[in-house]
């Protein structure tokens, strides 16, 4: 069975301070993953899916197999990045996604 | 282009009753999913329909629960009878199927409560 996991319900960090949230993930075959974002009293969007290897708004996620993992990153968070985060997978039975339980960004000024 | 279109946008109800979610999808979109969030749980796949054909419904919580889709462009989530734990945000998602990737693009959601 797949799941993904993101083990922080909220994160706070001050206006450029790094940020790291992260996403585990298991699942047995080749995954597709992607992080949605939604900002306050928008739609859930996309952001970045992995096989593009792009930086949008900053962020990167780089997909770590050994580990797992598909942490998203971005070396000086901006007040406009406080959102909730969402990580997914695809697998790739049609466009059928799987969510993490999501994690709240709190950037301070 | 309006985008994936729900309504109602907030539902309050008392336990017990009826309550239908509607969506209407982007049009020419053939993939359209049910989502629930909670904070408990996050954003979880209740259903999935293609070419209005459910194709996984494993995520329904239980017969309590059931979606249609009688056409292309408009389907429906329905509770019946509801219970507090069933307050949640309903998404409903569409995007093409068949073209290589397609992001998902959502909905404004329901707010649903349940007294």
């Known amino acids: 069975a797949q799941r993904v996991t993101q083990p922080e319900k909220l994160l706070s960090v001050f206006k450029g301070a790094p940020v790291e949230l992260k996403c585990n993930y298991s699942?047995?075959?080749?995954?597709?993953l992607f992080w949605y974002v939604q900002y306050s009293r928008q739609r859930l969007q996309l952001l970045l899916r992995?096989?593009s290897r792009e930086s949008i708004k900053g962020f990167t996620a780089d997909l770590n197999k050994g580990e797992t993992s598909f942490h998203l990153k971005k070396p000086f968070a901006q007040v406009e990045d406080s959102a909730m985060y969402y990580c997914?997978?695809?697998?790739?039975?049609?466009?059928?996604?799987?969510f993490g339980g999501g994690t709240r960004l709190m950037v301070k000024p | 282009d309006a985008g994936v279109i729900q309504s109602p946008r907030h539902e309050v109800t008392e336990m017990g009753q009826e309550v239908t979610l509607r969506c209407k999808p982007i049009s020419g979109h053939n993939s359209l999913f049910w989502y629930r969030q909670t904070m408990m749980r996050g954003l979880e796949l209740l259903i999935y329909?293609?070419?209005?054909?459910?194709?996984?419904d494993s995520g329904m919580p239980e017969d309590r629960f059931s979606a249609k889709m009688p056409n292309a462009s408009f389907s429906t989530l329905k509770i019946q009878p509801s219970e507090p734990r069933d307050s949640a945000v309903y998404f409903c998602?569409?995007?093409?199927?068949?073209?290589?990737?397609?992001?998902?693009?959502f909905g404004n959601g329901t707010r649903l409560t349940v007294t």
């Open positions: 997914a997978l695809n697998n790739n039975a049609g466009n059928m996604l799987t």
């Open positions: 699942y047995s075959g080749s995954p597709e």
């Open positions: 998602a569409s995007t093409p199927s068949g073209q290589g990737f397609s992001p998902l693009h």
């Open positions: 992995h096989i």
């Open positions: 329909f293609n070419n209005n054909v459910p194709i996984d």
